[in-house]
């Protein structure tokens, strides 16, 4: 080499070095975190106030900085270091004065928050909008300006707050305003209503604005918000309780000036009328959904769905071609938008979903009476067939994987029980089948299952009126108990009681209308019948309802409960309080319900187990269904699965124009309104 050649080489060794030690400096450098916006309030800049900088995590919030917001609201934050990555950073925005209202004088009774994730925008602004975003999203981690919770839940909650609001402007998000949300659901009103409320106090619309709105926040515990900030989570937390208090707020804040057509708010669109809960749902669709069935999460969050059909097929006869559908934490659909995940047998999802240790994802189908597997992104691990057993399977329902790796499923055509030790498939076998060997001998109509702390196996029957257990290290070991009418769901909570929901009820008519189902069950199963059926059962005390039995089989007190926001119950979930959440198949929106658990200490002041938390008619809020699953994440939210939107478009004689109607569009996710669970469940749901 060279003398030329060997100087140029060491320039450029050292240019290297130096380039490289530059560029390690330079990522020290942004290794701090740096957030400047502007705080308002009422649309105006709120001067003055204390804005602090938080990182949430397991532990207790750690404060990185602070400052005051200047004259025009405008504030920086800077860190020296960099967040972990299970952190999630926050900012509450404390007093000050809104410039809206001149010689206001600062208002200790402000208090915004905005939730920002592990990586904040370039620019953030602090206001009522982010407010009500990040306090119904982490409704079930705060605690006054305090965020604590697993990395996994704080994670899901700061991605669904982009959802509701645009953090770097303080307007709008894109899912709320999206034509699923911004047209079809009262969401939006719900929302700038609730902001507009905070809003009247920040901005001191009238000089006792503030204590108008902590007395009409107050809940039933009796325990009075001292700012905004604890007024909107006490709003979030008891969305039921009272909701005309807080809506008649809205004339007295902002009555209609005389010649006028609308109220002088800071937020737009307003509701009209009181709601019957201060809910915020929002609704999600793709990835191939339709007519979805059973749902589980998998140990990141995501939601998987068995589809009944696939996206532009009318029903009709055809009713069973669905696929796999997978749902992102914040809705974001991940599978394949017309098809979802296809193949290893997948045709026509039902209420049976698992997901293992693994993340694998085990669905049963009517259309190609198997049982399929999917691996985490999708892809198919059994053959195009899927288990089929050579084709001695009937159409299949329930699954369920064990602490320990089993995997129990049962086939409802033909009173089928399926097992396989440590989930292996080649040593899957079919327990028994029709009505000579126990336990099927016990089951009519085997619908869904779960396993409870004594390694029994519980089964709700959709052609009976009673419950089977079995033991699973001896299926011949069988009892059964009495119901309701045509059972469907079936849970354990963290007692060992188990919660069934009956479809047809505990009525006279309900067991009428099981008998004439049961004959045409000794001919062939007919599902459709079934749903035909329980779409005539619904309104009030005589349509569904749920059956509570203590561990022995014997019934709780009070139970069956019933209600009108039970028309036609058919899945139920336990959350991690112990309290119970139920969809309906019943009509065109069908509400979700809460209902008190055996825990009462974890209810509301004076409710009892089985009481119905939610309003008399169940949460509506816009953009639900006919469902059939229902199901708790570990942020708290609970998804909601429109399984049917239009039933005269189900069957022969549907208009043409219609046709594809008959498929439920999307999934409803209710923020913030559970105690969170830990994902994938494995055996009765577990805290996080």
Not at 58 to 85: H, I, Y
Not at 160 to 167: I, S
Not at 264 to 271: A, G, K, S, T
Request: aromatic residues 10%; proline residues 7%; contains cysteine.
């Amino acid at each position: 080499m060279s003398v030329t050649k060997i100087i140029w080489f060491a320039v450029l060794v050292v240019f290297g070095a130096v380039t490289a030690a530059g560029t390690e400096a330079f990522a020290q450098r942004r290794s701090g975190v740096r957030v400047e916006g502007q705080v308002q309030a009422g649309g105006g800049p709120l001067a003055s106030s204390t804005v602090t900088l938080w990182a949430a995590s397991a532990g207790d919030p750690k404060q990185l900085a602070q400052t005051k917001s200047g004259s025009d609201g405008r504030f920086e934050l800077r860190t020296a270091g960099a967040p972990g990555k299970d952190v999630v950073l926050y900012v509450v925005a404390k007093g000050g004065e809104a410039t809206v209202n001149k010689g206001g004088g600062d208002n200790p009774a402000v208090a915004l928050l905005a939730v920002l994730g592990n990586t904040p925008p370039l620019n953030v602004v602090i206001n009522e909008m982010t407010t009500v975003a990040s306090v119904w999203t982490n409704a079930q981690f705060l605690n006054g300006s305090a965020i604590k919770g697993h990395a996994l839940g704080l994670k899901i909650t700061a991605g669904n707050v982009p959802n509701f609001v645009d953090l770097q402007t303080g307007g709008w998000g894109t899912a709320i305003q999206d034509p699923l949300n911004g047209s079809q659901t009262p969401t939006m009103a719900n929302f700038a209503t609730l902001a507009d409320l905070l809003s009247g106090c920040a901005t001191r619309v009238k000089a006792d604005a503030c204590s108008k709105l902590f007395a009409a926040a107050t809940p039933p515990t009796g325990v009075a918000p001292i700012d905004t900030l604890t007024a909107a989570q006490s709003i979030a937390r008891y969305s039921w309780y009272k909701p005309e208090r807080l809506f008649a707020l809205l004339d007295e804040f902002y009555p209609v000036p005389q010649g006028k057509n609308l109220r002088p708010v800071p937020f737009m669109p307003y509701l009209n009328f009181a709601p019957s809960a201060w809910v915020l749902p929002l609704k999600f669709d793709g990835g191939g959904f339709r007519a979805g069935g059973k749902a589980m999460f998998d140990s990141e969050g995501n939601l998987w769905v068995g589809d009944n059909f696939t996206v532009g097929w009318q029903a009709l006869d055809t009713f069973w071609q669905g696929n796999a559908t997978k749902f992102a934490p914040n809705g974001r659909p991940l599978s394949p938008i017309t098809t979802g995940f296809a193949g290893g047998g997948m045709q026509g999802g039902t209420f049976g979903a698992a997901i293992d240790a693994n993340d694998n994802v085990w669905l049963s189908s009517y259309g190609s009476k198997s049982i399929t597997i999917f691996d985490k992104n999708g892809k198919p691990l059994t053959s195009p067939e899927g288990i089929t057993f050579n084709g001695q399977l009937g159409l299949m329902q329930g699954i369920i994987v064990t602490p320990g790796g089993d995997v129990w499923a049962l086939g409802i055509s033909k009173n089928q029980l399926l097992y396989f030790p440590k989930g292996d498939l080649t040593k899957g076998r079919i327990v028994c089948e029709g009505r000579d060997v126990e336990p099927c001998k016990a089951f009519l109509g085997p619908f869904h299952l779960a396993l409870d702390h004594q390694g029994r196996i519980w089964v709700s029957n959709a052609a009976g009126d009673f419950v089977t257990r079995f033991a699973a290290a001896d299926p011949s070991n069988v009892d059964t108990f009495t119901a309701g009418y045509s059972g469907s769901g079936l849970n354990v909570d963290s007692q060992g009681n188990v919660w069934v929901t009956n479809r047809l009820g505990s009525a006279q008519r309900g067991k009428a209308a099981l008998e004439e189902f049961q004959k045409i069950m000794r001919v062939s199963y007919n599902d459709e019948y079934l749903v035909q059926t329980m779409s005539k059962q619904r309104g009030g005390a005589d349509g569904g309802s749920v059956t509570l039995l203590r561990p022995d089989g014997s019934e709780y007190p009070g139970s069956p409960f019933t209600g009108a926001g039970l028309p036609g119950p058919w899945a139920v979930v336990v959350d991690g309080n112990d309290n119970v959440w139920i969809s309906n198949f019943a009509m065109p929106a069908s509400p979700i319900v809460q209902l008190c658990g055996v825990r009462t200490e974890n209810c509301p002041p004076g409710f009892k187990t089985g009481d119905q938390i939610s309003p008399p008619g169940g949460y509506v809020g816009g953009g639900l269904q006919m469902q059939t699953d229902i199901a708790v994440d570990p942020a708290g939210n609970v998804w909601a699965i429109n399984n049917w939107q239009d039933i005269d478009n189900c069957f022969p004689g549907a208009d043409e124009a219609t046709s594809t109607r008959c498929g439920g569009q999307g999934v409803v996710i209710f923020y913030g309104m559970a105690k969170p669970v830990r994902a994938p469940q494995i055996g009765p749901a577990r805290l996080p």
